[in-house]
Each structure stands twice: as C-alpha cells, then as structure tokens.
Antibody, heavy 117, light 112 residues
Framework: EVQLVESGGGLVQPGGSLRLSCAASGFTFSTYWMSWVRQAPGKGLEWLANIKQDGSEKYYVDSVEGRFTISRDNAKNSLYLQMSSLRAEDTAVYYC??????????WGQGTLVTVSS | DVVMTQSPLSLPVTLGQPASISCRSSQSLVYSDGNTYLNWFQQRPGQSPRRLVHKVSNRDSGVPDRFSGSGSGTDFTLKISRVEAEDVGVYYCMQGTHWPWTFGQGTKVEVK
C-alpha cells in the first residue's frame, strides 16, 4: 500500500525557516517524480514544486522560487521541502504527492505550517 | 500562468440527481505529445484531495462510474450521474500541461 507521511510542520515566525519531510513507503520511491502542494486555510490548492527521480530536475512555482528548496533522499525514501524567509501567506497545509499523468496519484495527509509572530 | 476557471463555485444538489461542473482554461491544454493533461480532484471535508479523473476522461482506479469527465482544448466538464451523500465536498480541476501546474478555484458540492 502506498503511503506518504508528512512531518515537520508547526509554528514559525515571519522570516524564519522550516524543513518538511515526507516519508514514502509501499512503492519504489526512486522511480517516481515527487511533488509538494499546499492549501491555505479555507482556500484552494497550489502546486509548489516537482522533483525528478534522481533529483536532477526541479521546478518551482514563482511564489516560492528562491525561498523553498525541494530535495529527496532515495536511500531513505524521503522527500523534503526546505522553506526559508517564511511569510504569513505561506501559512497552509503542505501535502506531499506522488503524481503521474496517467497511472495514479497519491497524497499524504498533510502537515500544517503556521507563520505568525 | 494558465488560469483555470470553474463554475459554479457552489452547487447545491439533490441526492440521486445529476450534477455538472465546468472548467475553462486560459489557454489550450493540449501538450506537444498530443495528450491533454486535465485532471479532476475531489476533496471531502477534512480529507486530502483524491484524483477522480486524469487526461480529461479517464477515471482513476476505484472511482465510481457515476463520475465522468469530458471536454477538449480549453473547455472541460465533470459530471456526476446520480449524486450520493459521499460525494459532498469540493471539486477542483487541475492542469498538468503547462508549468506551473494550476488548479481551479474549487466547486463546493453540497446537498440541498
């Protein structure tokens, strides 16, 4: 069974940093692109970043480009999102996702990040 | 960025009756490989999103056949043939053709 479990969320001050993790199991992690998606409280969904199987390609939405870094450790079956220069508008539930265009799509349960002083 | 516009944003439905959600994109979603990467997601209250349909009209595994997707180019539709109580939630269209991938605003489906 495919499982994606996010962790690392919490309360952080504006301008601060936080690192999210996503532990993957039930599939061969190293063979899939992986993604981060977020949802502000009571709002819609925003696709943030994608990373290729070997980490050689990364894509970011403009709103996080230069502040967030997606990475992965295939030996640990883990995906990461390093977030810095956090702003109030980054407050959201952050989801890890395994998306394929045709086969299937799995999401984790999400981890809440709150940026507030 | 490609703007995805859904309508309606709120959809009160009667159980057992059909429902339809429209999604329009600001540019064609046909990719260079000929595929159209238009997805539909369902988010039930308190849950993570779940994909229902990929590439316009293909249901994901385990999705009931009362859900169907159609459309082409820039105009797409998700139909529920007979709404059931478990279908309550927010539905999002999402394009995976042009980076950054973008979602519609969401359509809240609720029982009348």
């Amino acid at each position: 069974e495919v499982q994606l479990v996010e962790s690392g969320g919490g309360l952080v001050q504006p301008g601060g940093s936080l690192r999210l993790s996503c532990a993957a199991s039930g599939f061969t992690f190293s063979t899939y692109w992986m993604s981060w998606v977020r949802q502000a409280p009571g709002k819609g969904l925003e696709w943030l970043a994608n990373i290729k199987q070997d980490g050689s390609e990364k894509y970011y939405v403009d709103s996080v480009e230069g502040r967030f870094t997606i990475s992965r450790d295939n030996a640990k079956n883990s995906l990461y999102l390093q977030m810095s220069s956090l702003r109030a508008e980054d407050t959201a539930v952050y989801y890890c996702a395994r998306y394929t265009s045709g086969y299937d799509c799995y999401w984790g349960q999400g981890t809440l990040v709150t940026v507030s002083s | 960025d490609v703007v995805m516009t859904q309508s309606p944003l709120s959809l009160p439905v009667t159980l057992g009756q059909p429902a339809s959600i429209s999604c329009r994109s600001s540019q064609s979603l046909v990719y260079s490989d000929g595929n159209t990467y238009l997805n539909w997601f369902q988010q039930r209250p308190g849950q993570s999103p779940r994909r229902l349909v990929h590439k316009v009209s293909n249901r994901d595994s385990g999705v009931p056949d009362r859900f169907s997707g159609s459309g082409s180019g820039t105009d797409f539709t998700l139909k529920i043939s007979r709404v059931e109580a478990e279908d309550v939630g927010v539905y999002y269209c999402m394009q995976g053709t042009h980076w950054p991938w973008t979602f519609g605003q969401g359509t809240k489906v609720e029982v009348k």
